[in-house]
């Protein structure tokens, strides 16, 4: 069996087929500047597959029309969807409010659904609804399934979730918190109790998902209990352009002394904060680099990244009391152990104490980098939302 994963984004469109059980990916690639006018020649739709990579140069108008390429380059590729094609389509779908947390296959009336919860995800959930209503055109017969970001923190008990608020502006706007990156936190968190070699509903643990975009998140039995992100992807840890935690007060602040309006200060916090808002660059590997070249900016981009990652791992260890394993993931948590060495730096009073040769042993596998006599264990754990989407749905629909 098959499945197609398709993650739409306001501008690109990322996808795999691949097999649920095995997690062999037969084909994968992305579609970028989606809307945007391009230089003749621009490569825009990127697709691999048994080896090969095959392109498509110039702009693409829309999710439509550029999954109508990507159609193209698969069957240019040896595989005809349109044929005997995917079993089923999984859809990463970032917000599902209140309504959805569970992979829900997908009718009519979820795809209104998904696009009403837009005031929530502004940027996210239309170009969601836009991807599974191409798909549904290209294969109406094939059942469609959304996985929800949201989904995993569904549970966060009322005290985590709650903003201190007015409750009646809060329940009128389904102001709460959220959680985003949930897909990876509950996948990573089941790798980690397979490495521990336990029943994910003994454990407890702290998972770390670094990437671009980052959260923090701790899992008690296999459900979270707390987590940093939380009405929209904006609050939490230090990101690669957005803010994380601020005074709140910041924003009126603004309002009056620097003459911002809304959407100026919704930008400023979203895309040009962050690493990039501290040092120039959003990209971690840029920011390691100016960093040892001895730039000022970076160096305190990184200082306050690892300060508020800490936080949040105090905070964590003290919500869940004993704490079984911390996992690292995600493209800095996975690649970066530096980060991972000073995240968790002296914390050998707490039972956590990290292995320097393991943490800077380059690998792609699933791995423990703490010492053997470390109480609370340290892994590395690749994530992979495209697995954990494709075995939802393959799961939903037998
Ligand atoms: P997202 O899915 O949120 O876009 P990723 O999980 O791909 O993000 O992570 C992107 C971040 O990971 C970037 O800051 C990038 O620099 C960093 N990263 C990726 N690979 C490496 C690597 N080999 N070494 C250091 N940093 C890396």
Request: glycine content about 10%; overall charge negative.
């Given at each position: 069996m098959q499945v197609l994963v398709i993650n739409s984004g306001s501008s690109s469109i990322k996808y795999q087929l691949l097999?649920?059980?095995?997690?062999?990916?037969?084909a994968s690639g992305q579609v970028s500047r989606i809307g945007e006018s391009v230089a003749?020649?621009?490569?825009?739709v990127e697709h691999h597959s048994d080896g090969k990579t095959l392109t498509h140069d110039g702009a693409i108008a829309d999710h439509a029309e550029g999954l109508r390429v990507v159609f193209e380059l698969f069957a240019r590729g040896g595989h005809d969807l349109s044929g005997a094609g995917p079993a089923a389509v999984g859809h990463r779908v970032v917000h599902g409010g209140e309504v959805f947390y569970e992979p829900t296959l997908i009718t009519d009336e979820v795809v209104r659904t998904i696009d009403e919860l837009s005031a929530l995800a502004p940027l996210h959930n239309p170009a969601n609804a836009t991807g599974i209503r191409a798909i549904r055109e290209l294969l109406p017969d094939v059942p469609q399934v959304a996985v929800f970001d949201t989904a995993f923190f569904h549970g966060l008990p009322d005290a985590a979730k709650?903003?201190?608020?007015?409750a009646k502006v809060a329940a009128r706007h389904g102001i709460r918190r959220y959680g985003f990156h949930g897909t990876s936190h509950e996948y990573v968190a089941a790798q980690a109790a397979r490495l521990l070699g336990r029943?994910?509903?003994e454990v407890n643990q702290i998972v770390l998902h670094l990437g671009n975009g980052a959260s923090a998140s701790a899992i008690r039995a296999g459900r979270a209990?707390?987590?940093?992100?939380?009405?929209?992807?904006?609050?939490g840890l230090v990101m690669g352009t957005r803010s994380g935690d601020l005074d709140p007060g910041i924003i009126p602040h603004l309002a009056r002394t620097a003459d911002m309006d809304i959407d100026a200060i919704d930008h400023l916090l979203n895309r040009d904060s962050g690493l990039k808002g501290l040092?120039?660059?959003?990209?971690f590997r840029a920011l390691a680099e100016r960093v040892d070249s001895g730039d000022p900016a970076a160096r305190l981009a990184y200082d306050v990244y690892i300060h508020r990652l800490r936080h949040y791992i105090g905070a964590y260890l003290i919500d869940l009391g004993e704490v079984h394993a911390i996992t690292f993931t995600a493209g800095v948590g996975e690649n970066t152990p530096r980060v991972r060495a000073d995240a968790l730096a002296a914390l050998t009073p707490f039972g956590i104490t990290l292995d320097p040769t393991r943490n800077t042993t380059p690998s792609h596998s699933p791995r423990p980098i703490s010492t053997p006599d470390s109480r609370t264990k340290v892994f590395v754990i690749p994530t992979n939302e495209e697995l954990a989407i494709a075995r939802a749905a393959a799961h939903l629909i037998t």
């Open positions: 097999e649920p059980d095995s997690g062999s990916v037969a003749d020649g621009t490569v825009t709650t903003y201190a608020i007015d029943d994910l509903t209990v707390d987590t940093s992100m939380g009405l929209t992807p904006l609050e040092s120039g660059v959003n990209d």
